[in-house]
């Protein structure tokens, strides 16, 4: 075993997932269980370690397998593994207006665009909330670090969310899917790397068409098709 000992905080702290997620990984009886998965072994006693140069292994191959289309919650069980490097970003601005024509295929690239550059900027954040995220995943620009759902708010498209949407009602149901989630994990989460977060919505079969752009953006895509995604959600929101 050339690699240094990882103990669980470390190894949490290295993929993003929870301790009770990880050992679903190894149980052989849990529906969450990824025969890749890193083993650990005994230090003696209760105490357990994974071999590091294992663990980084298995994230190698989580980010280079080929990725499916439409990836299942099961089979996306490793991909997580991937982190963004920390970066010092601060809430996504809205982005500079440019001048187009409403309703032309240009206009909407153009719009797309500043809908991933906006998305991106939140993705590049070293951590979220729990109500970031499920403001993100149903299209709404959250505050940063912001622990509640506002009566209203700024879509991701820019355009104005009135209270009583359809987008804020549903970020309000899963912030309480969350909070009834982690009330059952050993240490509750209050924030976490973005790549945790779409983690826990793939596990929870949450689907939005937001959540499919973030892991788009995050590098779940078909690479055999055109990088339209975001004229694609330009179009929608401008219905």
């Avoid at 292994?57 to 490097?85: D, E, F």
């Avoid at 601060?90 to 207006?97: R, V």
Wanted: contains cysteine; aromatic residues 8%.
């Amino acid at each position: 075993m050339a690699g240094r000992i990882l103990r669980i905080k470390d190894l949490k702290e290295r993929t993003g997932l929870s301790t009770s997620t990880i050992y679903d990984r190894m149980d052989e009886k849990s529906p969450r269980y990824a025969p890749d998965f890193p083993k650990s072994f005994s230090l003696g006693g209760k105490a357990v370690g994974w071999d590091e140069d294992a663990v980084n292994a298995w994230q190698l191959r989580c980010r280079t397998a080929p990725q499916k289309a439409t990836p299942k919650a099961k089979s996306n069980a490793s991909r997580m593994g991937k982190t963004i490097p920390p970066t010092k970003v601060t809430t996504p601005a809205a982005s500079t207006k440019r001048k187009k024509t409403p309703g032309t295929l240009a206009s909407l690239i153009l719009e797309g665009g500043d809908i991933n550059a906006r998305i991106l900027g939140y993705l590049q954040m070293p951590t979220w909330t729990p109500a970031m995220g499920v403001l993100i995943v149903c299209g709404i620009a959250p505050e940063a670090n912001c622990t509640t759902i506002p009566s209203e708010g700024i879509g991701l498209d820019d355009k104005p969310i009135p209270p009583a949407s359809a987008q804020l009602m549903k970020a309000r149901h899963l912030l309480e899917d969350w909070h009834e989630w982690v009330a059952d994990e050993e240490e509750p989460l209050t924030e976490m790397p973005p790549g945790r977060f779409l983690y826990w919505c793939q596990e929870s079969n949450i689907d939005t068409d937001w959540l499919r752009l973030c892991l788009e953006l995050w590098g779940f895509r078909d690479e055999t098709k055109p990088d339209l995604t975001g004229a694609r959600f330009a179009l929608l929101t401008s219905k």
